[in-house]
C-alpha cells in the first residue's frame, strides 16, 4: 500500500526522467521484482472539504479519518466487509482498540494533527 505521491519518485530513481529530484521516503523500486512483497502496512492522505482539513491512514483492513483534528467528527470503515463505506464504525465500542491504534499511527503520520496539550 502506498500513496499516489510516491509515483515520481520511482520514475525518477527507475531512470524514466530526465532529472532526478531531491526525494524524501523508501525506494518502491522494489516493490516491482516481486511485486508481492510486503512493503508498507498502511498509505496516509490528506484532504480539505469546506473549512475542514481531514486526515486519514488506510491498511489493508481499515481506513480512519479525523476531520479538523477530530473536533467535526471521526471515520472507521471495514475495507473488507464494506468497501463502499457505507457504515461509519467510529464509535462502535468493539473497536476502540482498532480506533486508538489507527488514531496513535496518524497522529505520528501527521504530527501537526496531535492534541496540543498544556
Do not use: C
Request: net charge neutral; no cysteine; hydrophobic share 40%.
Amino acid at each position: 500500500m502506498d500513496e499516489a505521491v510516491a509515483v515520481r519518485a520511482v520514475r525518477a530513481r527507475a531512470g524514466h526522467l530526465r532529472r532526478a529530484w531531491r526525494l524524501e521516503g523508501r525506494r518502491l523500486v522494489p516493490l516491482l521484482e516481486p511485486p508481492d512483497q510486503p512493503f508498507k502496512p498502511a498509505a496516509f492522505t490528506e484532504i480539505t472539504r469546506a473549512k475542514n482539513s481531514g486526515h486519514s491512514i488506510r491498511t489493508d483492513r481499515w481506513r480512519y479519518t479525523e476531520w479538523a483534528e477530530g473536533a467535526a467528527g471521526i471515520e472507521l470503515y471495514d475495507e473488507q466487509n464494506d468497501p463502499e463505506e457505507f457504515t461509519n464504525l467510529a464509535t462502535d465500542a468493539k473497536l476502540a482498540d482498532v480506533v486508538r491504534d489507527l488514531k496513535t499511527q496518524l497522529h505520528a503520520a501527521f504530527p501537526a494533527t496531535q492534541p496540543v496539550t498544556q
